[in-house]
């Protein structure tokens, strides 16, 4: 799930000083060039209501607020940021993994504590909103979905203090009405682009030949769109500090380009690899090897795997495939060796969720 807290700055403006709660309430970053100048940091739902928003000049939000009781009040970094750290730690409890990105928003990984049921899934999420409301007097909306690029679109949908919650067989239903921008990665430039070649829902790009697609927007660009408008992202909920790749490096006994005694040191480094990754009950997608050759000259290659692994053979195998080629593509001896995995899945989870979005999907 994801949890974003509604007009982060200006609610906790609001809860210091509850009598200007009925009034629009515009949080300020006061340039200090003129009296005015500056843009509006976050704006109260009040406001919202008549055109205020993150982004304006103070100065056009003065306007629109015209012969209107509004209440202005300057950015209080300091006591947002307190607040901000008090309420993760609260979510912080509800989460198997937890990665806070923003300092008013987190994903909440939750799958092993509500056993991969969305209706307990969508319990926990009542649970969080009320202790956040009780203990610290702030609403917050919640998306709940299988991945994380749906629940933060579903945390968008219904603002503020909503809920709503994104079954696996609802994904491509939930997302085909909306507009494009609510996509990672398409702004104001990428969203004019669309319209001008007819694209303004999430379904007239899932329509929309992928081929074209990718030579409109470049490769990597299309094929995330067309990944996310079918939901899919396979994305860790990463807990800070915890690594996004393990690797091992070792020198040589000597500098060769012989593959069998490369391989007989990196077999080595893939076994360290791997109980590391066995430890944290991870697999991996992406596998790489490194050369650093005699000249100090270093290469790299690396490989996606078609599913998560986590057998020492199938490193062991790929990285074999990997050095085979690099080392027939260059004359070079080579001093240094490294192995690394990343792109991570949580190994027993990944089996369970799938198994129980079947039944969800069925149901
Ligand atoms: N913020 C900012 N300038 C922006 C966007 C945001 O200073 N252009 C700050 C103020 C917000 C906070 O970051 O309160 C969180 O941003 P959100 O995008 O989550 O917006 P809000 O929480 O204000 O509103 P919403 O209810 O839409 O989430
Ligand atoms: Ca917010
Ligand atoms: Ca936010």
Redesign the pocket.
């Known amino acids: 799930m994801l949890v974003?807290?509604?007009?982060?700055?200006?609610q906790i403006e609001e809860k210091r000083n509850p009598s200007i709660k009925d009034k629009p309430v515009v949080?300020c970053?006061y340039s200090g060039r003129s009296q005015d100048s500056g843009a509006v940091?976050?704006a109260n739902y009040v406001a919202r209501r008549y055109g205020v928003k993150?982004?304006i000049p103070i100065a056009l939000a003065k306007s629109k607020l015209e012969n209107v009781e509004a209440v202005f009040l300057p950015v209080d970094h300091r006591l947002y940021e307190e607040v901000s750290e008090k309420t993760m730690t609260v979510l912080r409890g509800y989460a198997d993994y937890f990665e806070q990105v923003?300092?008013?928003?987190a994903y909440l990984d939750v799958s092993r504590r509500v056993n991969c049921s969305f209706e307990q899934a969508a319990e926990l999420a009542r649970r969080v909103k009320n202790d956040i409301r009780s203990q610290h007097e702030l609403t917050c909306s919640i998306g709940i979905g299988p991945n994380k690029l749906v629940a933060k679109i579903a945390a968008d949908a219904q603002?503020?203090d909503g809920l709503t919650v994104v079954k696996p067989a609802q994904v491509e239903s939930f997302l085909v009405p909306l507009s494009v921008d609510r996509l990672i990665g398409v702004g104001v430039k990428t969203k004019e682009k669309m319209e001008t070649i007819g694209i303004r829902t999430i379904g007239d790009l899932a329509k929309y030949d992928l081929w074209r697609l990718t030579e409109v927007f470049g490769r990597k660009l299309g094929t995330h769109f067309h990944n996310a408008l079918m939901g899919i992202d396979d994305k860790l909920v990463q807990e800070r500090g915890e690594a996004e790749s393990i690797s091992r490096i070792a020198t040589l006994k000597e500098d060769t380009r012989d593959l069998k005694t490369i391989l007989d040191r990196t077999d080595r480094l893939c076994e360290e690899v791997h109980e590391d990754v066995r430890q944290r009950g991870l697999s991996f997608k992406s596998v790489g090897i490194i050369a650093i050759s005699t000249d100090m000259s270093i290469r790299s290659r690396s490989k996606t795997l078609d599913n998560p692994a986590n057998k020492s053979e199938v490193l062991k195998r790929t990285v074999e495939g990997l050095f085979g080629k690099l080392v027939s593509e260059s004359e070079l001896k080579v001093r240094r060796v490294g192995v690394k995995v990343s792109n991570f899945a949580r190994e027993q989870k990944t089996q369970k969720q799938i198994t129980s979005f079947l039944g969800d999907s069925e149901s």
């Open positions: 974003d807290f509604d007009y982060f700055f200006a949080v970053v940091s976050t993150s982004g923003g300092i008013d928003e603002k503020p």
